[in-house]
């Protein structure tokens, strides 16, 4: 394509060179006592022919030749990633681990959000390849950051997810679907991977359940929880009945039951502590290296730059050799 396109009405001029040369040309009384010359004939070709491509090159710089812009498939290997991050107010707590009967407190050290910001850090920044979006939720989901591949704005926002005290309530169900939307309007590539992490489950509505079954069955997901086991919680397997009251003493069994059914790929991991919770994420490391395709947008590229080199290159010779011409016939020394 052209920027400047009414300068190709130029191009007739490149036959110029076809019809004269900028060679002077010697008058002889009698050509046929000249020797025959193979080699200037030769010359005067690749002369005439470099002067038109020359012309044309010139005319098409002019005219700003150029690349339009195109769309191109990478492939490689990694995944588009939504990452919800649980900013309830538990989270500010330590883990708690449970061995045998006895429930272990851990009162000191690290908090399940700083433990888990600084791994998902960790995972962000070995996985280059990757579309990595970002969701935090409380009372509310918060759209952090949609899919980007600038990974360090993303390893900035999850050391952002620090900053303040959480909620006291969590909305799983609300994350959920607007992590899924995350999704809407992006064709397929490859991998899709849904990352919850939090440190509590949800009873969720009929409504809620439907919405989150046909997102995630539409854009074909794998799902991902990573369970933060906190302090006097009996955990994902615990053995409950079907009882109301039941569900509302062990949500998060519930919510872990519910995952198993959608009807998309899913891992639920219980961290009990910081290197629980590194190791969560490395087997989802390992296990979401898939080949990806994705379309990367190429925009415009001028190539006037190429085209006035070319012209440089041809017709510089052309004007070398016309500088170097003989004007007039030399007298023999011979007598």
Known sequence: ????????????????????????????????????????????????????????????????LSRGERVVERVGTGAEIVILLDRSRSMDQGFGRTTGSEQ????????????ARRVLTEFVASRPNDAIGLLNFSTRPIHVLPLTNRHEVVQAAIEAAGLGRGLAETDIGLAMIDGLRYFDDRPYTGSRVLVLVSDGGAQLDEVTQVKITEAARKHRVSLYWIYLRGRG???????????????????????????????????????????????????????????TRTPEVIPKQSLASITFGLALLLLLPVVIVSALQVTRWSRSAAH
């Open 1 to 64: 394509m052209f920027d400047y396109p009414w300068f190709l009405l130029a191009l007739p001029l490149a036959l110029l060179p076809l019809l004269r040369t900028p060679i002077q040309s010697l008058p002889h009384p009698f050509l046929q006592l000249l020797p025959a010359d193979p080699l200037g004939t030769l010359l005067d070709r690749i002369l005439r022919v470099a002067a038109v491509a020359g012309i044309v090159a010139l005319v098409l710089g002019l005219a700003d």
């Open 104 to 115: 272990l407190l851990m009162t000191q050290g690290e908090s399940k959000n700083g433990a």
């Open 233 to 291: 919680s009996p955990g994902l397997k615990a053995e409950t009945g079907g009882g109301d009251g039941q569900r509302d003493a062990v949500p998060e069994y519930f919510l872990d039951r519910f995952f198993s059914e959608l009807g998309v790929p899913y891992r639920a991991y219980e961290a009990e502590d910081p290197q629980q919770l590194k190791a969560a994420i490395s087997d989802i490391d390992r296990l979401q290296r898939l080949p």
